[in-house]
């Protein structure tokens, strides 16, 4: 046996060999002096809104290889403890169990949408650990934990609706159309339009929330396109923004139409933006970062770039105007309070939080009592002079226009029917 | 009755276990998995006293599990009641759903019985989708109670109930089996017509089957909004649950009791394990593989893969 | 509602009940002539959509594309039902049960191999004839779903004369009335359903290209079309070719009604609502053997 070994094994090889058992005997004692900060969350990865929570994943990434390349947290190097809920809210309640209990992480970050988010916060509340909010919209205004802090740049649905009916106004509309998914964060940006349509001068001649999943939308547009409203709000989701705004370029939906768009979901998807092409001009919609001068906070540039050269390998969306800079400001944010305080006590980092403002790739940020953005930033953008097939022109500034709100505005609305010649 | 002795001290030991355990298991993860693995051996036993012991196979298990959360929930909105009127009401709404659709196996045989399942499904969900006093397509949130004397959380009081129901559900199901009920059931599994010209009151049977089953699915769901804290439409009629609830049954057996409950625990393990551990699309990969590499491999299920290899170590 | 909104509707649900048709006709062949439990049938869908998304990015049009791809599905159908036959039909038993959880199976690992190769995010196809429309006087009728009408009406009425007009179409309605009459015949029945469960993968390929045309696709898509196809499978009275069009298109119908009317979202209840009262009246469906 030796003998064979010696023939075939080269000395080298053996010394190599020894190294590295050394090194592993010897590893154990430097491991403990860093031992890694644990952050542990759950995000989908499989089901409805894993387009969204794969590309939030890679941010994150970023920010933990940024944040380890500089040497780490408090010395320590930075883990991320991730499991993959499905999208499938029932999932929650045992993986922060797990996270908690069995993981033993440092920090909590909460899964991605409402959804997924609220079956988690009487957990969060009861052991009053320290919660980053990941997009879930409101999630807190039951419960009032005092350790939660939402990286979402708006607070509540009013904050949504403000910017739209100025916009409303600004177009001299009269009547409105409502068409909204009937699934949850449609629904409630639906209902906080219906709730203002009457204090903003406005007349509802179309209302009606359709079954998700709904395969064609033409004639629901043609009876939409009957009323002939001026205002057409829609409040939708991936698959149903890209069969509504195909189904509007078919039919047309009249020359009545000022603004249409407003709440939907998957126009911030560079697949989808890219596969609907000139079929968009017009549209205008929420957004929460767009390539536009007014949002080109420190750092972000460079964060999307190189964003982007991951994302085609990773097979995420190539893009990253939605999660991405969002969720590695999630990172910033933790960091900072880390950082300031050189503690990992939630109820300190937690008072930090609240006290502080935090400088992150998407702006600097300042929390309300709730843990909602102080001063949300909801923009609204209209897409302008798109082609088809052609990936690259998002990237760049003048397409996706800011229209409202007035401290960030790049342009000023034009009416749809205009915006499309 | 033979092995009813045995049968019922198997089940006492469950039990005591079970509230040992909350009292010593310090891990409060070990609960939240268990409780799900335990909801799956309802879900699965249930389902099998009407799809393995009758063969009518019902596809809306999701429905009825979610007919019960949402019985729990509506009755939690309008009269904050107590957990265990919340439970007998479920299954009186899920026993009588079970009811409705086995009596329409008077004229639905096969896979016309297991479309017109799904459509019940389908009209729950949209219903429920509509109905603003449960939280609509938004879902809503549920508050648990403190936890009762003698628990230290909530969610350990919930195991144990959740185990006392699993021990319902099996002994059930082991009565169905094993008393003339069982025989008449599986006389008009293998041929209804015959059966029926024998004088097996293949009707009466098949409504008690239905509405047992549907009674114990609910059942099975009546504590989830306390177990989630939330409810929301999607996720509690979820396809997962009518999948599992008909393919733990078949990887475990389904002519005896303990096949759905082996193959719920073996299922539903597997994937609280790999949610936690490889934990990306990976996840559906494995069930994919293990359905796969089960149907293939146990024709008859776990339990049958046993019984053969007994037999052949018999005869050596 | 106006009478031209109404025949608007109605028009827009019998276009769309073409395309529900088009995807189950495949369905109907596997399930309704074969009794195999082909739930993995809209994965294969899902599957034919990314095939045609897939060479949709070397420049070939979705519908060729699904024509090209409609050998190798065929070939991928042959292999499926031949594993299918020689594991759970020849050995008996309750095959239909087991079959059941097996093609489930199938569809999970086909929307993780479709996840690892494609990634998650949604995926559309372009072609000159999506995203326009044909006027008729004031009705707009959009092109891809006229493509869908063109396809429902291919596969079924091909179909149909195939399974009435040739010698193994004739052979394939029998084995599904009785197999041992066929081999009597001098016909293997086995043979002759290798060749039909092949005929209803190979459909796939070409309704899947009509899946992505019509609308966007991502993998876990075909979990939603599985009440669908197997409602109009069903409806239409398991293996009647002019049956599955007929169930599309009250299913279509009745869809676009109930979106026009004052709840749109009832319209699933209304949908499998109208499927469990035809079922009551016509327990073998519309035009069941």
């Known amino acids: 046996m030796m003998k064979y070994l010696r023939a075939h094994f080269p000395w080298s090889a053996w010394t190599l060999l020894s190294a590295i058992l050394l090194a592993t005997i010897f590893t154990p004692a430097t491991a403990q002096n860093a031992k890694p900060i644990r952050i542990g969350l759950s995000m989908a990865q499989t089901g409805a809104l894993s387009g969204a929570g794969k590309s939030g994943l890679l941010g994150m990434q970023i920010w933990r290889d940024d944040v380890n390349s500089r040497g780490g947290l408090l010395g320590r190097p930075v883990e991320l403890v991730v499991y993959d809920d499905q999208s499938n809210p029932a999932m929650a309640p045992g993986i922060y169990t797990k996270l908690l209990d069995v993981d033993k992480v440092d920090l909590l970050i909460a899964p991605y949408s409402t959804n997924v988010a609220a079956p988690i916060m009487p957990l969060v509340k009861q052991r009053d650990v320290l919660l980053i909010g990941n997009f879930a919209l409101d999630a807190n205004a039951q419960l009032r934990h005092d350790k939660y802090f939402n990286i979402m740049p708006w607070a509540s649905v009013k904050d949504a609706t403000l910017p739209l009916f100025s916009l409303c106004k600004k177009l001299g509309a009269k009547t409105i159309a409502v068409l909204a998914a009937d699934a949850e964060f449609a629904q409630t940006f639906a209902d906080g339009i219906r709730a203002g349509v009457k204090a903003n001068g406005l007349e509802s001649v179309y209302d009606q929330n359709y079954p998700p999943n709904t395969v064609d939308f033409s004639s629901m547009i043609r009876a939409l396109r009957a009323t002939k409203p001026d205002v057409v709000f829609v409040a939708s989701y991936p698959s149903d923004s890209s069969a509504i705004i195909r189904a509007v370029n078919e039919i047309g939906v009249g020359s009545s139409v000022k603004l249409f768009g407003g709440g939907m979901v998957g126009l911030q998807n560079a697949s989808i933006m890219e596969s609907l092409g000139s079929a968009l001009n017009g549209v205008v919609n929420y957004h929460v970062w767009a390539p536009e001068k007014t949002m080109n906070f420190p750092g972000v540039l460079d964060f999307i770039e190189r964003y982007q050269a991951k994302a085609k390998q990773a097979k995420v969306d190539q893009l990253g105007f939605y999660l991405p800079p969002f969720n590695y400001a999630i990172g910033q944010l933790l960091a900072d309070a880390v950082t300031a305080t050189k503690s990992l006590d939630h109820k300190i980092l937690a008072k930090y939080l609240h006290e502080n403002e935090v400088k992150t790739v998407v702006g600097n940020i300042r929390f309300s009592a709730t843990g909602e953005w102080a001063n949300p930033r909801i923009v609204y953008v209209q897409f302008r002079g798109i082609t088809d097939k052609n990936l690259e022109q998002f990237r760049a500034a003048g397409k996706q226009v800011i229209v409202a709100p007035d401290g960030f505005k790049t342009g000023e609305v034009s009416p749809f029917s205009q915006a499309r010649e | 009755m033979r092995g009813w002795g045995r049968f019922s001290v198997g089940a006492s030991v469950v039990l005591f276990t079970a509230l040992v355990l909350t009292r010593v298991a310090a891990n409060e993860y070990f609960f939240f998995a268990g409780y799900v693995v335990l909801q799956f051996v309802v879900l699965a036993t249930a389902w099998n006293i009407l799809g393995g012991y009758a063969g009518y196979v019902n596809f809306g298990a999701g429905a009825f599990f979610a007919a019960g959360a949402y019985t729990a929930v509506a009755l939690m909105k309008l009269f904050s009641a107590p957990l265990p009127i919340q439970l007998i009401a479920a299954m009186c709404v899920t026993g009588l759903m079970g009811f409705v659709i086995g009596a329409m196996t008077l004229r639905l045989r096969g896979i016309f019985f297991s479309i017109a399942t799904v459509a019940v499904a389908v009209i729950c969900e949209t219903v429920v989708m509509n109905w603003s006093l449960v939280g609509g397509a938004r879902g809503t949130t549920v508050l648990p109670p403190p936890p009762p004397e003698g628990f230290s959380s909530y969610a350990r009081m919930l195991f144990v109930l959740m185990t006392a129901i699993a021990l319902l559900a099996v002994t059930l199901a082991r009565h169905i089996e094993t008393s003339k009920i069982g025989r008449g059931l599986r006389a008009l599994r293998d041929n209804e017509e015959a059966a029926e010209s024998v004088g097996v009151p293949t009707l009466r049977l098949k409504l008690f089957a239905a509405t047992a089953s549907g009674a114990l699915m609910g059942l099975a769901g009546a504590p989830f909004p306390l177990y989630m804290n939330f409810i929301e439409p999607t996720s509690a009629f979820s396809l997962n649950y009518a999948v599992s609830a008909l393919a733990m049954p078949i990887i475990g057996g389904t002519q005896i009791w303990i096949g759905p409950v082996i193959g719920a625990l073996l299922l539903a393990s597997v994937q609280q394990i790999v949610t936690v551990t490889v934990s990306s699309e990976l996840n559906v990969l494995i069930v994919g593989v293990l359905l796969v590499v089960f149907v293939v491999a146990a024709p008859n299920g776990i339990v049958g893969l046993a019984q053969k290899l007994h037999k052949r170590w018999q005869r050596r | ?289």
């Open chain 3, 1 to 289: 509602m106006h009478f031209d909104l109404l025949a608007e509707a109605i028009v827009a649900g019998l276009m769309l009940g073409c395309f529900y048709a088009a995807v189950s006709v495949g369905l109907s062949v596997a399930f309704g002539l074969l009794d195999v439990p082909q739930i993995a049938h809209p994965a294969f869908l899902v599957l034919g959509a990314y095939g045609a998304y897939f060479l949709g990015q070397y420049g070939v049009d979705p519908l060729l594309a699904g024509a090209l791809l409609t050998p190798v599905f065929f070939l991928g159908g042959l292999a499926l039902y031949r594993f299918y036959h020689a594991t759970f039909e020849r050995r008996g038993g309750d095959a239909g049960l087991r079959g059941l959880a097996f093609f489930f199976g199938v569809s999970f690992i086909l929307e993780v191999l479709l996840i690892l190769s494609f990634g998650v995010d949604q995926r559309m196809v372009e072609a000159p004839y999506i995203g326009k429309s044909l006027a008729l006087g004031e009705m707009r009728l959009p092109l891809r779903m006229l493509i869908a009408v063109g396809v429902a009406l291919l596969l079924t009425l091909a179909l149909s004369a195939y399974l009435s007009k040739t010698f193994t179409g004739r052979a394939i309605k029998a084995v599904a009335q009785d197999e041992m009459a066929l081999s009597l015949m001098g016909a293997d029945p086995v043979r002759i359903k290798h060749w039909a469960f092949a005929i209803a993968t190979a459909t796939c390929a070409l309704a899947g290209a009509l899946l992505i045309i019509v609308n966007p696709v991502e993998p876990g898509l075909g979990r939603l079309y599985i009440g669908r196809t197997f409602c109009v499978a069903v409806l239409a009275g398991l293996g009647s070719m002019p049956g599955t069009l007929v169930a599309g298109m009250i299913l279509g119908v009745a869809e676009s009604l109930v979106l026009n009317s004052l709840g749109a979202s009832w319209a699933p209840a209304v949908a499998f609502g109208l499927l469990l009262l035809i079922l009551a009246v016509r327990p073998s469906g519309l035009f069941g053997r």
